[in-house]
């Protein structure tokens, strides 16, 4: 994701999901792949180069976490927040929460009730 309008949908209609290092929006799309937006702000992070470290530990905690995203039922447009405390650990933590973010999506994907009669 790269403009701004397309930010601002996913934050005013998605869902939310807060962690200790990141927060996580997502709104469905009609798309055929997952798109991906990070962002890092001069008052949560502070200076370019940590803003550009901590989107850097955000991508690649999404890049890896890409088998059980794409395992998803559905296709989302994701916007992952820096929290502040993200620039004080290593990937693995970062990785680590993604991971149970994604798993408690893919739980509320199961969990959504079927349709009238029995299919969904």
């Given at each position: 994701m790269k403009n701004s309008g397309e930010f601002k949908k996913v934050y005013a209609g998605g869902r939310r999901f807060e962690g200790k290092l990141l927060t996580v929006y997502l709104l469905p799309n009609?798309?055929?792949l997952?798109?991906?937006?990070?962002?890092?702000?001069?008052?949560?992070?502070?200076n370019a180069v940590q803003r550009n470290r901590a989107k850097r530990l955000l991508r690649e905690a999404f890049r890896l976490n890409a088998d059980a995203i794409?395992?998803?039922?559905?296709?989302?447009?994701?916007?992952?927040?820096?929290?502040r405390y993200l620039l004080r650990v290593k990937l693995q933590e970062p990785l680590t929460e993604l991971g149970e973010i994604v798993a408690?999506?893919?739980?509320?994907?199961?969990?959504?009730?079927?349709?009238?009669?029995g299919r969904n």
């Open positions: 009609d798309g055929p997952h798109r991906l937006g990070i962002t890092a702000s001069k008052k949560a992070v502070g794409h395992g998803l039922g559905i296709k989302y447009d994701w916007v992952l927040n820096a929290r408690r999506v893919a739980l509320s994907e199961s969990a959504k009730p079927e349709a009238p009669g």
